[in-house]
DNA sequence: CCATTATTATGACGACTGTCATAAGGTGGC
DNA sequence: GCCACCTTATGACAGTCGTCATAATAATGG
């Protein structure tokens, strides 16, 4: 979530990366308008004339990139994955090693920022929660096409990808509370068998 | 979390109750001391009396006492199952329909609040977060402990204790965004049968 | 060159927050 | 009575928050 292209992005564009950056570290609450403008070396100024709808707007378009992100992220992995790795667990395996690198990277100072939203809902009664909803939605879709790319049947792909995002995001939560990545690879490790045996059974 | 017994409890036990209420529902950041205190039918001036660390402190034991209270249900739920059913399975699937029907009665208003306490850490740099870890650990362990009783390999109790606890937050999470219980029930339906054939290979 | 729009700058507002200082009740022991 | 102690009351402090009003500047198209 560090890496990003070459070309330059307009204010507006860094305004929302820096935005899901600073929520997933310090949550929404603890997320100031003019810390967001700060860290996205943005005119403060801009941020009323960008985002009209005020921080609302802002949380949501940062969590809606949030599960673009992640979505993405999907994808890369299973097109990345070797031939002679293309299983279920494999991939997982492959999530769960990057959001483990995250976590080592940034001494565990960020979390995931859908999570975060969530958690955090005392501003923006319903906006940003179905932002983050439709964040999740746009998580688990490619993560289930994936699945069933992978050998799983139709009707459990989307079973399968809710489970996984499911421990995903709670091993996350515990690895960050504990300071310590254990939970992820736990996971990582008995949910393996369980994907490949249900892509075995095509 | 909302039963309690029929003893009178003090004030100060009053203020740990509501925080981790109030915590669970608005997070941390967006929980204020004098509603803490309102919540609880409390004076205000007894939260500097009883918590002179501040609002750290009172974050602090309210996470600790989730984490006891979780740890509660784990074995309560053990205790209470009935004689044909002592499966893993089971007793995840009983866990998973009480935080179920929590979230059906408060009409998704309710998470965890040792998400909570982990997601906003902006504020008590490490006490907080050290508590949550507690927290969590406290929650595991009993869990882990039921898994064993239930006929799960003592080795491999500790593991899928991580994993249910890291899938029953993470489908919280999922469903507190999404308004819909699908995830937490998806989650027990696929976790089941890991469990039982874990522990049919005694 | 002008007019119109997009962007940025700046300061202020009211409403919070956690924390503290200070002092007042309340209660039991002597 | 009086003393000591636990508890509560109350107001104020400095700080931050999101938001807005207003104006200056930059860019754009005629």
Redesign the pocket.
């Known amino acids: 979530m560090t890496e990003q292209g070459t070309r330059t992005y307009s ?1 507006r564009e860094r305004m929302v990366f820096s935005a899901a950056q600073l929520i997933r570290r310090d949550g929404v609450g603890a ?5 967001v403008a700060a860290h996205a070396d ?8 960008y985002f009209p709808g ?3 707007q802002l949380v949501g378009e940062a969590v809606t990139w949030a599960g673009r992100y992640a979505a993405r992220r999907v994808t890369r992995n299973l097109a990345a994955l070797p031939a002679a790795d293309r299983r279920p667990s494999r991939l997982f395996a492959a999530l769960i090693s990057q959001w483990t690198e995250e976590c080592l990277a940034t001494d565990f100072a960020f979390g995931c920022p859908v999570a975060a939203v969530t958690v955090d809902c005392a501003d923006a009664a319903d906006s940003a929660r179905t932002a983050a909803a439709q964040a999740f939605a746009c998580w688990r879709e490619p993560l289930g096409a994936a699945l069933v790319e992978l050998g799983v049947p139709e009707a459990r792909g989307a079973s399968l990808a809710t489970l996984l995002v499911s421990a995903l995001e709670g091993a996350l939560l515990i690895a960050r509370a504990e300071r310590d990545t254990h939970a992820l690879t736990t996971v990582a490790e008995e949910l393996g068998p369980l994907l490949d045996a249900a892509a075995l059974s095509h």
């Open positions: 204010p997320t100031g308008m003019r810390d943005a005119p403060r100024g801009s941020l009323q004339h005020g921080k609302d």
